[in-house]
């Protein structure tokens, strides 16, 4: 579906005091793809209250400009069974209730946001804003009104799918261990479409990074809202299956929608070598700390996996920021300026050279300047387009009428 309407007011944007902001800085930076470990703020490692080994916490979020993140209830897919959602569910609740730790514990630094208004509310006061976003659908259990208790907790986007097909739609990369067909030819399942319908009607926004291109195109024909993607690259660009083709970018900005392109590794520049000695590193250090399978949120902190990926990192060498400009002027070139954002992917996989952390992100705005994006230009992509799209998200579930 066409929206067309006005952009959301960049009086909104323009609320701030202009001596409030460095004047290097956007009106608002928001980062739309943070991921969070297992233990978040249940241990001290993972305290992002105080310095830690994750690539944001607060502190890097406040040094580096970054004034909002969308912290993510993700889950691993797993079999459509009746305990394989149970255990979905519960990982989920476990996240939702670690981020209310942390914002219960730092009410003067962080603050929950449920609403653009409250975004921009958030950054007048000097405080960062957390918004909740839902990777894999998976885990609402195979019932909708899961989706209702999810916005309730502050969920405000859900990505449908992750790495492996699921209830909801078929995944841009199928697992064979899963039993997933290896080219998907099908896209929303109905319980898939269902989804989309109530998140119209609540208010979340329906986010297709990492569905199918078949999966995408009918969610752009059952959506009645704009839709977003919440960090997804360039097809023509890199050839990944993660990455969204040119017809599909021209089909989410006539949608009305955004795609937030992520700086991700894999995703900016395609390094067999790379894959290959990260895969022997895990291997390696799970092994070594006795483990049977990899778990990312405790080998990536161990220092022999430290010290293995400063070498992997000399040797393979990560994309840089000219290398994310350029997937980002592509999709601008292609959507078009009002339909592109920016994510990190942090603490999920993302970081590059150049925007390895929280800190480092005025960086990115720096690199979008020496590449001739102006001043106006940098406002939409880092956080003006993502609040249009969910204002309009907004106004559609009130014209539903069925937002709790």
């Given at each position: 579906?066409?929206?067309?309407?006005?952009?959301?007011?960049?009086?909104?944007?323009?609320?701030?005091?202009?001596?409030?902001?460095?004047?290097?800085?956007?009106?608002?930076?928001?980062?739309?793809?943070?991921?969070?470990?297992?233990?978040?703020?249940?241990?001290?490692?993972?305290?992002?209250?105080?310095?830690?080994?994750?690539?944001?916490?607060?502190?890097?979020?406040?040094?580096?400009?970054?004034?909002?993140?969308?912290?993510?209830?993700?889950?691993?897919?797993?079999?459509?069974?009746?305990?394989?959602?149970?255990?979905?569910?519960?990982?989920?609740?476990?996240?939702?209730?670690?981020?209310?730790?942390?914002?219960?514990?730092?009410?003067?630094?962080?603050?929950?946001?449920?609403?653009?208004?409250?975004?921009?509310?958030?950054?007048?006061?000097?405080?960062?804003?957390?918004?909740?976003?839902?990777?894999?659908?998976?885990?609402?259990?195979?019932?909708?009104?899961?989706?209702?208790?999810?916005?309730?907790?502050?969920?405000?986007?859900?990505?449908?799918?992750?790495?492996?097909?699921?209830?909801?739609?078929?995944?841009?990369m199928p697992e064979a261990d899963l039993g997933d067909a290896p080219l998907a030819e099908t896209g929303l399942t109905p319980f898939g479409h269902s989804v989309v319908t109530r998140a119209n009607?609540?208010?979340?926004?329906?986010?297709?990074?990492?569905?199918?291109?078949?999966?995408?195109?009918?969610?752009?024909?059952?959506?009645?809202?704009?839709?977003?993607?919440?960090?997804?690259?360039?097809?023509?660009?890199?050839?990944?299956?993660?990455?969204?083709?040119?017809?599909?970018?021209?089909?989410?900005?006539?949608?009305?929608?955004?795609?937030?392109?992520?700086?991700?590794?894999?995703?900016?520049?395609?390094?067999?070598g790379r894959e290959l000695a990260e895969k022997a590193l895990a291997a390696q250090v799970t092994k070594a700390a006795g483990d049977k399978q990899y778990d990312s949120d405790k080998i990536d902190?161990?220092?022999?996996?430290?010290?293995?990926?400063?070498?992997?990192?000399?040797?393979?060498?990560?994309?840089?920021?000219?290398?994310?400009?350029?997937?980002?002027?592509?999709?601008?070139?292609?959507?078009?300026?009002?339909?592109?954002?920016?994510?990190?992917?942090?603490?999920?996989?993302?970081?590059?050279?150049?925007?390895?952390?929280?800190?480092?992100?005025?960086?990115?705005?720096?690199?979008?300047?020496?590449?001739?994006?102006?001043?106006?230009?940098?406002?939409?992509?880092?956080?003006?387009?993502?609040l249009r799209v969910w204002k309009q998200v907004d106004d559609v579930a009130a014209k539903e009428g069925k937002n709790p």
């Open positions: 579906m066409t929206l067309r309407r006005p952009a959301l007011s960049l009086a909104l944007l323009a609320c701030l005091p202009v001596a409030a902001m460095a004047q290097q800085d956007p009106p608002v930076t928001i980062d739309t793809h943070v991921d969070i470990p297992a233990t978040y703020m249940r241990t001290a490692q993972f305290d992002v209250g105080k310095d830690t080994p994750l690539r944001v916490d607060l502190g890097k979020m406040e040094r580096g400009g970054l004034n909002a993140a969308f912290f993510i209830i993700y889950v691993e897919q797993g079999p459509l069974t009746k305990a394989g959602y149970a255990k979905a569910l519960a990982q989920a609740t476990q996240k939702y209730d670690d981020i209310d730790l942390m914002l219960t514990k730092y009410p003067d630094r962080i603050r929950l946001a449920r609403t653009p208004e409250q975004v921009m509310a958030n950054r007048k006061a000097g405080v960062l804003s957390a918004m909740i976003g839902i990777e894999n659908g998976y885990s609402l259990g195979h019932q909708l009104g899961n989706l209702d208790k999810a916005f309730a907790r502050g969920a405000r986007y859900i990505g449908i799918t992750h790495v492996g097909n699921n209830d909801l739609c078929t995944s841009s009607q609540l208010g979340i926004m329906v986010d297709v990074s990492h569905s199918s291109d078949a999966c995408v195109r009918d969610v752009l024909k059952a959506t009645k809202a704009p839709i977003i993607a919440s960090h997804s690259g360039a097809h023509a660009i890199v050839n990944h299956p993660r990455n969204l083709p040119d017809d599909l970018l021209r089909a989410i900005a006539q949608n009305g929608g955004v795609v937030q392109a992520v700086a991700y590794k894999g995703f900016l520049k395609l390094d067999p902190f161990l220092p022999a996996y430290v010290e293995g990926m400063r070498k992997i990192d000399a040797a393979f060498p990560l994309p840089n920021l000219d290398d994310y400009i350029k997937q980002i002027r592509h999709m601008v070139g292609v959507a078009g300026i009002d339909h592109v954002g920016l994510a990190s992917d942090f603490d999920g996989g993302g970081g590059i050279d150049g925007w390895q952390n929280a800190e480092q992100t005025r960086n990115v705005t720096e690199a979008l300047r020496k590449h001739g994006f102006s001043d106006d230009d940098i406002a939409k992509l880092w956080g003006g387009n993502l």
